[in-house]
């Protein structure tokens, strides 16, 4: 039987279609060879399996390589294994390959860019004050001369940085840069020599606001550690997150400042609010706990009247399921109309990402606040993780956080302390604020 498989995604078919229906590229499908069972006694080519008694290894020490940026080092579990292949992602132009520069300052590196040239990066280097000893740049992007050309070094680089893998490309496969066969065979082909040298690899990925499934995303479970680097162009603040790590934590975070001269670390609870303090209805200001540090961040929310039957949910910065959860308890417990009638817009305020379920008391906040069309009190922040019942629940480090925002000088502080359900939100808020 004939088999078709997209040679942009892979995705297969029994039959041949113009149209691929999981990527939507034209003319990719191309016929396959049959499959065939190799041979007819089941034994012949099984490998045998070899045992070990697990307490007869011996512990290895791993020795890291530190990056010398204190928060990227955090991240990272204490600095680079050797070995280990890390995806650092985020949007173009938000400042990978500024940070990647700056962490390899103590390092020697082997650097492959796609993107920029050899001048170029010396420019930047120096502007960033960075003095390179040992560093070796190629603009070559085949993986297969890549790799040859390592193998063949007299002198092993402490680390391998791809610049970026949409701009690599495997000989062995037919379809364009960028697509993700080509993704996966070159990562694929970059793990296997890292961990046959032991170099570790640094290979930087755009991805679009969008997440767009063809992009890095699909190369998560292949490597070591996934690194996200999130902000926005117009924003100073920078957050790097480990979304997977191997060596290391996966709640710890990075926060940088984009400056003139690179970026420079934050070391102090950072703020990541507008600068303008206007009340307006929709906004809410929530303090969550991510790594061990108190962060305050700015959600901004629209509820309003829909022209569709389904009426939409556009979710930004914000868990997609759980903040449909929350509207699910904002219907059931206070019975506002907003499953049929509204559309729902959310955001948080510079291009972050809040993985804290303490932003769930905030976000019911701005909805009922711009479904009310009334501004949440000045100065007023909320903490709180919201349950199936309504019910708010204290967070991790609550204390931590509320102590920090007195310090910041926020006069109302919202949380498990003071109301037991969302129901009460609506009782303070209703009386003292909506109809004033
Ligand atoms: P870059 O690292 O090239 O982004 P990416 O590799 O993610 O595409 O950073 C690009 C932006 O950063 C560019 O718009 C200018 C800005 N930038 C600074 O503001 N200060 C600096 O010192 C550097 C090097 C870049
Ligand atoms: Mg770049």
Known sequence: MAFFICSNCGYGSGSWIGRCRDCGKWNTLKEQPAFETKSKDKNEGVKKVTLTALIKIKSQKIVRLPSGIYEFDR???????????????????????????????????????????????????????????????????????????????????????????????????????????????????????????????????????????????????????VIDFEGEKVSHFRLLRANKNRFGPTDEIGIFEMRENGLKEVANPAVFLEESTDIAPGRATVGVVEGHRPLFFEIQTLAVSTALPVPRRVIKGLDYNKTLLLLAVIKKQLNFPLDKYFDVYANVIGGFTIKSTASDLGFIASILSSYKDTPLPKNSLYIGEVGLQGEIRSVYFENKIIQEAKRLGFEKIYSSANLKNVKDLIKIFYKKTFEK
């Open 75 to 225: 991240v990272l579990g204490g600095g680079f294994v050797p070995g280990e292949v890390i995806l650092l992602t985020g949007e173009p132009g938000i400042g990978k390959s500024t940070i990647v520069l700056q962490s390899l300052q103590k390092l020697s590196p082997i650097y492959f860019s796609g993107e920029e040239s050899a001048e170029q990066v010396k420019d930047r280097a120096e502007r960033l004050g960075i003095n390179f000893a040992d560093f070796l740049f190629s603009n070559d992007t085949q993986i297969e001369g890549i790799i040859e050309s390592i193998e063949n070094l007299d002198e092993k680089p402490d680390i391998l940085v791809i610049d970026s893998i949409q701009t690599m490309y495997s000989k062995d496969i037919d379809s364009s840069h960028g697509s993700i066969n080509q993704l996966k065979e070159v990562t694929k082909k970059l793990i296997m020599l890292a961990k046959k040298t032991k170099i570790t690899t640094l290979i930087i990925g755009h991805v679009t606001k969008e997440g767009e499934a063809a992009g890095p995303k699909t190369l998560e479970h292949l490597v070591d550690c």
